[in-house]
């Protein structure tokens, strides 16, 4: 690694991405700074020039995905081979084992994940290290209109979208959450890779148009104990859909990265 700032690009200019470039750009990440940003749209009043992948590659030491999944599954094995780290956001994409497989095998660049809107991840782990679960299970309670798909169709659609009270709209194993709600469903994804067991996490997903606050209620019990998270956040003003929260966990995952601070992990 050469000395000097870790020079960091952004993939994806929205709710999350946003934050996080002009937190960097401002100087706020100790040890970083903004080389670029990778959106396939224009940005106006972007805080560093806007370039493409094959760019990023030779100017940055670290990129930060915060577009989707399609952006891990087309370019996430060639960041890592470039030596390139990626820290991503979409962790639901590694619900596709041949991609997960290839991107924990890739290198020398290294993959992170952001634990992004919750918490907890650390005691699921050591958890499961000791002595795995018996069970797992998340309850993820959102806007009705944050949770419409364009598989749905119209009829499944209108029921969730005029829903008088909460509904459960899926229920089922983590990496089928992740893949039927993709930017919803990456909490899904972080519990079951915490836990290192796909199979063990079982996903709940209601809609309540009373639902001010998203919520995921994450409960595991083994032989390393019981375990009840409840994290209520609220959403980014910016994307319903996101938590206002995660931009802000996504720079602390990158400061812990680059080393600019020691500190709780
Ligand atoms: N881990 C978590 O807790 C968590 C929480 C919320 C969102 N996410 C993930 O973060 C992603 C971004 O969330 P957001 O709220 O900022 O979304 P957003 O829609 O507000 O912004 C997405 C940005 O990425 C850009 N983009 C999309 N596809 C691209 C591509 N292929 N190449 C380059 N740019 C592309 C868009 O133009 C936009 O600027 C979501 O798709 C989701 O997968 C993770």
Redesign the pocket.
């Known amino acids: 690694m050469k000395p000097g700032p870790r020079r960091i690009g952004i993939?994806?200019?929205?709710?999350?991405?946003a934050r996080v470039a002009a937190d960097i750009a401002a100087g706020k990440v100790k040890g970083a700074t903004l080389e670029g940003i990778?959106?396939?749209?224009a940005i106006d009043n972007a805080p560093a020039p806007q370039f493409e992948m094959e760019h990023a590659l030779g100017r940055c030491d670290v990129l930060v995905e915060?577009?989707?999944?399609?952006?891990l599954i087309?370019h996430g094995e060639a960041v890592l081979s470039a030596g390139v780290d990626l820290l991503a956001?979409?962790?639901?994409a590694l619900a596709d084992p041949h991609l997960s497989q290839r991107l924990l095998a890739a290198g020398p660049g290294r993959l992170f994940l952001?634990p992004?809107?919750?918490g907890g991840l650390d005691l699921l782990a050591s958890g499961a290290r000791a002595t795995g679960y018996d069970a797992v299970m998340i309850t993820t309670t959102k806007l009705p209109g944050s949770l419409i798909q364009p598989w749905m169709d119209e009829a499944e659609a209108d029921r969730i979208r005029n829903t008088p009270g909460p509904i459960e709209i899926f229920h089922g194993p983590a990496a089928r959450a992740t893949q039927l709600f993709?930017?919803s469903l990456?909490?899904a994804a972080?519990v079951a890779l915490a836990v290192d067991d796909w199979d063990a996490v079982a996903v709940s997903v209601r809609a309540d148009p009373a639902a001010e606050l998203t919520t995921h209620l994450i409960e595991a019990s083994g032989n390393s104990g019981n375990y009840r998270f409840e994290i209520c956040n609220k959403v980014?003003p910016?994307?319903p859909?996101?938590?206002g929260v995660?931009p802000f966990?996504v720079l602390r995952s990158l400061e812990l990265i680059i080393g600019a601070r020691g500190g709780m992990i």
């Open positions: 993939i994806g200019h929205g709710a999350i991405g990778i959106c396939r749209s915060c577009a989707g999944q399609e952006v087309e956001t979409s962790v639901g952001t992004g809107s919750i993709p930017k990456n909490v972080a980014s910016q994307n859909r996101t938590s995660v966990a």
